[in-house]
């Protein structure tokens, strides 16, 4: 009996070992097995997620998926850690660590993003949520503004600040504020925390990688300070899409279409994972590193006019780029004081000249019929 024990425990200790060292995987107890990031056969991809095909010595992907090679060719995009499923009222953000933004795979041209699953194929559409690159930042984002040009992040219920902050940065202690509901942000090693250091995203910006920071922070009007290390890659959503292309490579995986409308920017594909994709444009330009300042990665693809309607979206059809108006940037006659902008531009869609008195009075034609927008437009200069 003492031998069989011993042989079973033997055994165990054996199996785990090989486990830990990835020597073999098998099924957890929920029925999973362990994601595969990176790997030189498409048989060994994990179902269920989406992988950049990249081989620098190939460009047919047939073979690699035919005759698995020596090399890594398939990269899993990984999803992050992602802050819309704490509080989904805040602008979406997903974090990487300064240790692990190298995981997010590059597609370049030529390359091809792949979907394996054993059960499911994505024919209803695949959704596109682009995001802003930021670089990178301490583990706060969405920072709000107010009047005064200040910024703090808000606690809806008064426990924590869940959607602002990332768990797993030194900023998670700003959560132990029970409480408080505005935490204000005033300064980072000493500068000033104003719009002009202050993304899109709410992040705070022109912070060196890895750098450590005496953070000033305000409950009230109580100065707390903390030593934050800007070790977070930040994105920040920017834009979403929807696309039906795939095609069937008579393998255990489908190629996920990439429009050719794609600008260089980061992607996250149907709220799974993340890549990076470079145009042809960039290609020689991108340095190749889990960071580049000097790419343009947050160049929006729909483009909307002054009003903020959308006049060009490639993904649904939408080009009025011919239609749209631009600013007013002239010094206008004096019919035109008070008036404002919007109206402006309708006096120029009208063909009205500053410069002619006569065509700002009734001539008997009428008024065109634009929606009454509560200024005198409508109820004085066309009649």
């Given amino acids: 009996m003492f031998y069989v024990l011993f042989a079973l425990v033997g055994i165990v200790v054996f199996g785990f070992i090989l486990v830990r060292y990835d020597v073999i995987s098998f099924e957890t107890l929920l029925g999973q097995t362990k994601t595969v990031t990176e ?3 498409v048989d060994e991809l994990t179902s269920g997620y989406y992988y950049i095909w990249h081989n620098p010595d190939s460009n047919n992907i047939f073979d690699d998926l035919s005759e698995p090679g020596d090399n890594i060719i398939f990269t899993l995009c990984p999803s992050g850690d992602v802050n819309w499923d704490r509080d989904v009222y805040v ?3 997903i974090w990487f660590t300064s240790a692990n933004d190298y995981s997010i795979p590059t597609l370049y041209p030529g390359d091809k ?9 994505p024919y209803k559409g695949i959704t596109w949520n682009r995001f802003c690159d930021y670089g990178y930042t301490i583990g706060v984002g969405n920072l709000v503004g107010d009047d005064s040009d200040h910024y703090h992040i808000v606690s809806e219920n008064g426990k924590n600040f869940k959607g602002y902050v990332y768990d797993k940065s030194d900023a998670v202690d700003l959560n132990s504020y029970a409480g ?5 942000l005033d300064k980072v090693g000493g500068v000033p ?8 995203g709410g992040t705070v910006s022109n912070l060196d990688k890895d750098q450590m920071y005496l953070c000033e922070w305000y409950t ?12 977070v890659h930040a994105f920040c959503f920017l834009e979403e899409f929807t696309t039906k292309d795939y095609d069937f490579l008579h393998s255990n995986v489908i190629e996920i279409t990439i429009p050719e409308w794609f600008k260089t920017g980061y992607y996250y594909v149907n709220g799974s994972g993340l890549f990076r994709y470079i145009s042809s444009s960039d290609s020689k330009l991108y340095n190749g590193e889990a960071y580049d300042p000097s790419v343009n990665w947050n160049d929006p693809i ?14 649904q059809g939408i080009d009025k780029r011919s239609e749209a108006i631009a600013p007013a940037t002239v010094n206008y006659h004096s019919a035109y004081e008070g008036l404002s902008q919007s109206d402006i531009d309708y006096l120029q869609r009208l063909g009205l000249n500053p410069d002619d008195d006569s065509k700002l009075h009734d001539n008997g034609e009428g008024d065109p019929g634009r929606p009454a927008s509560g200024s005198q437009v409508s109820s004085n200069v066309l009649h």
Avoid: C, W
């Avoid at 408080?180 to 204000?184: C, E, I, K, M």
């Avoid at 009007?221 to 070790?231: C, G, I, K, L, V």
């Avoid at 729909?302 to 993904?315: E, G, R, T």
């Fill in 39 to 41: 790997a030189s056969s």
């Fill in 302 to 315: 729909i483009l909307h006019d002054v009003y903020n309607n959308i006049i060009y979206d490639p993904s």
């Fill in 193 to 200: 925390v104003r719009k002009n250091s202050i993304s899109e």
């Fill in 113 to 121: 993003l792949l979907y394996v699953s054993d059960r499911s194929i």
């Fill in 180 to 184: 408080v509901t505005d935490l204000f």
């Fill in 91 to 93: 602008n979406h953000m």
């Fill in 220 to 231: 009230g009007s109580f100065y707390q300070d903390f030593e934050m290390t800007a070790d």
